[in-house]
Protein backbone atom coordinates (compact mmCIF):
# COMPACT_ATOMS: atom_id res chain seq x y z
CA UNK A 1 0.00 0.00 0.00
CA UNK A 2 1.55 3.11 -0.92
CA UNK A 3 1.09 6.60 0.74
CA UNK A 4 -1.74 7.68 -0.44
CA UNK A 5 -3.86 4.95 -0.19
CA UNK A 6 -3.37 4.56 3.56
CA UNK A 7 -3.80 8.44 3.94
CA UNK A 8 -7.61 7.48 1.91
CA UNK A 9 -7.90 4.70 4.19
CA UNK A 10 -7.09 6.39 7.60
CA UNK A 11 -9.41 9.29 6.52
CA UNK A 12 -12.46 7.01 5.57
CA UNK A 13 -12.18 5.00 9.13
CA UNK A 14 -11.96 8.50 10.51
CA UNK A 15 -15.25 9.54 9.45
CA UNK A 16 -16.98 5.70 10.18
CA UNK A 17 -15.87 5.95 13.49
CA UNK A 18 -17.62 10.11 13.57
CA UNK A 19 -20.83 7.91 12.06
CA UNK A 20 -20.35 4.88 14.52
CA UNK A 21 -20.43 2.87 12.16
CA UNK A 22 -18.34 0.85 14.26
CA UNK A 23 -18.39 -2.39 11.88
CA UNK A 24 -16.94 -0.90 8.93
CA UNK A 25 -13.88 0.76 10.74
CA UNK A 26 -13.22 -2.15 12.15
CA UNK A 27 -12.91 -4.05 9.42
CA UNK A 28 -10.26 -1.58 8.14
CA UNK A 29 -8.33 -2.60 11.14
CA UNK A 30 -5.43 -5.92 11.38
CA UNK A 31 -6.39 -8.63 14.26
CA UNK A 32 -4.44 -7.82 17.28
CA UNK A 33 -4.69 -3.88 16.56
CA UNK A 34 -2.94 -1.94 19.42
CA UNK A 35 -4.98 1.27 20.18
CA UNK A 36 -3.94 3.94 22.57
CA UNK A 37 -5.11 6.98 24.30
CA UNK A 38 -4.12 10.19 26.28
CA UNK A 39 -3.53 8.71 30.08
CA UNK A 40 -1.50 5.14 28.46
CA UNK A 41 -5.29 4.30 27.98
CA UNK A 42 -5.07 0.69 25.48
CA UNK A 43 -7.66 -0.56 23.74
CA UNK A 44 -8.04 -3.56 21.45
CA UNK A 45 -10.80 -2.40 19.35
CA UNK A 46 -12.97 0.60 18.82
CA UNK A 47 -15.97 -1.08 20.08
CA UNK A 48 -13.84 -0.45 23.46
CA UNK A 49 -13.10 3.25 22.18
CA UNK A 50 -16.71 4.02 21.91
CA UNK A 51 -17.52 2.48 25.08
CA UNK A 52 -14.52 4.11 27.51
CA UNK A 53 -16.02 7.50 25.72
CA UNK A 54 -19.30 6.72 26.78
CA UNK A 55 -18.62 8.44 30.25
CA UNK A 56 -16.91 11.55 28.85
CA UNK A 57 -18.39 13.10 26.49
CA UNK A 58 -21.95 13.61 24.53
CA UNK A 59 -20.46 13.57 20.81
CA UNK A 60 -17.42 14.42 19.05
CA UNK A 61 -15.92 15.11 15.50
CA UNK A 62 -12.37 16.35 14.08
CA UNK A 63 -11.20 18.69 12.26
CA UNK A 64 -8.80 18.04 9.73
CA UNK A 65 -5.86 20.47 9.43
CA UNK A 66 -2.56 18.52 8.29
CA UNK A 67 -1.97 15.02 7.20
CA UNK A 68 1.07 13.83 6.60
CA UNK A 69 2.21 10.27 4.88
CA UNK A 70 5.10 7.88 4.71
CA UNK A 71 6.45 5.07 3.94
CA UNK A 72 9.01 3.04 5.91
CA UNK A 73 9.53 -0.65 4.43
CA UNK A 74 6.11 -2.07 4.11
CA UNK A 75 4.33 0.24 6.51
CA UNK A 76 2.67 3.35 5.86
CA UNK A 77 2.73 6.30 9.26
CA UNK A 78 -0.29 8.56 8.90
CA UNK A 79 -0.21 11.47 10.63
CA UNK A 80 -3.37 13.36 11.32
CA UNK A 81 -3.07 16.79 12.52
CA UNK A 82 -6.51 18.92 13.86
CA UNK A 83 -8.64 20.40 16.49
CA UNK A 84 -11.82 18.07 17.75
CA UNK A 85 -15.19 19.73 18.60
CA UNK A 86 -18.21 18.42 20.23
CA UNK A 87 -20.68 18.19 23.40
CA UNK A 88 -19.72 17.32 26.52
CA UNK A 89 -21.86 15.25 29.06
CA UNK A 90 -23.35 18.59 30.56
CA UNK A 91 -24.36 19.25 26.70
CA UNK A 92 -22.03 22.22 26.91
CA UNK A 93 -20.51 22.89 23.32
CA UNK A 94 -16.48 22.66 22.76
CA UNK A 95 -14.38 23.49 19.95
CA UNK A 96 -10.50 24.13 18.93
CA UNK A 97 -8.91 21.50 20.89
CA UNK A 98 -6.02 19.97 19.72
CA UNK A 99 -5.18 16.35 18.47
CA UNK A 100 -2.76 14.37 16.97
CA UNK A 101 -3.47 10.89 15.81
CA UNK A 102 -0.70 8.51 14.25
CA UNK A 103 -1.34 5.28 12.47
CA UNK A 104 0.62 2.59 10.89
CA UNK A 105 -0.41 1.05 8.15
CA UNK A 106 0.63 -2.62 6.69
CA UNK A 107 -1.20 -4.99 4.24
CA UNK A 108 -4.18 -2.49 3.70
CA UNK A 109 -5.01 -2.38 7.43
CA UNK A 110 -4.39 -0.56 10.25
CA UNK A 111 -2.24 -1.92 13.16
CA UNK A 112 -1.84 0.81 15.26
CA UNK A 113 -3.77 4.17 16.28
CA UNK A 114 -1.84 5.86 18.70
CA UNK A 115 -4.01 9.34 19.89
CA UNK A 116 -2.75 12.23 21.27
CA UNK A 117 -4.86 15.22 22.76
CA UNK A 118 -5.72 18.08 25.18
CA UNK A 119 -9.20 17.38 26.39
CA UNK A 120 -8.54 16.59 29.75
CA UNK A 121 -6.29 19.72 30.10
CA UNK A 122 -8.33 21.96 28.32
CA UNK A 123 -11.20 21.62 30.66
CA UNK A 124 -13.69 21.23 28.63
CA UNK A 125 -15.40 17.98 29.38
CA UNK A 126 -16.11 19.08 32.83
CA UNK A 127 -17.25 22.36 31.93
CA UNK A 128 -20.94 23.31 32.88
CA UNK A 129 -23.32 25.84 31.99
Not at 30 to 44: E, L
Not at 78 to 105: A, H, K, M, S
Request: charged share 30%.
Amino acid sequence: MNSEDATELVERFLRLMEARDLETAESLMAPGVKITFPGSRHYSSQREVVAAASGRYQWIKKRFLKIEAFQQDDTVIVYVIGTLYGENLQRIPFDGIRFVDRFLVRNGRIEQQDVWNDLAESGVLSREA
